[in-house]
């Protein structure tokens, strides 16, 4: 059974650190593009950050360039979203997914199309 079960959520105050891990089973990562989606309230959901199969290529919306890192360890079938300087606007229930790499040209693309497999996801709230 193909599962992706995300952890490392909660609650931070602005200014502060999350990082989020993303951890496959019933399947490896190594053929996969990996990203971190997120939906805010009252909002549609965005690809976040990307990341392809051979680690080589990465992708980041506009508004988390320079705070947020993706990173992946396929030997661990893991993969991670390092999120600093949080604002309030990082609000929202992040996903991770995955989508086999030949689906996808561009880790932007992977980004804004509609991946295969998706986590549960887990809630991040910035407040004070």
């Known amino acids: 059974q193909v599962q992706l079960v995300e952890s490392g959520g909660g609650l931070v105050q602005p200014g502060g650190s999350l990082t989020l891990s993303c951890t496959a089973s019933?399947?490896?990562?190594?053929?996969?593009?990996i990203g971190w989606f997120r939906q805010a309230p009252g909002k549609e959901r965005e690809g976040v950050s990307c990341?392809?199969?051979?680690?080589?290529?990465?992708y980041y919306t506009d508004s988390v360039k320079g705070r947020f890192t993706i990173s992946r360890d396929n030997a661990k079938n893991t993969v991670w979203l390092q999120m600093d300087n949080l604002n309030p606007e990082d609000t929202g229930v992040y996903y991770c997914?995955?989508?086999?790499?030949?689906?996808?040209?561009?880790?932007?693309?992977?980004?804004?199309?509609?991946?295969?497999?998706w986590g549960q996801g887990i809630q991040v709230t910035v407040s004070s």
């Open positions: 997914a995955a989508v086999p790499g030949h689906r996808f040209t561009t880790v932007h693309d992977m980004c804004t199309g509609v991946p295969n497999y």
């Open positions: 019933g399947f490896t990562i190594d053929y996969y593009g």
């Open positions: 990341i392809s199969d051979n680690t080589v290529h990465t």
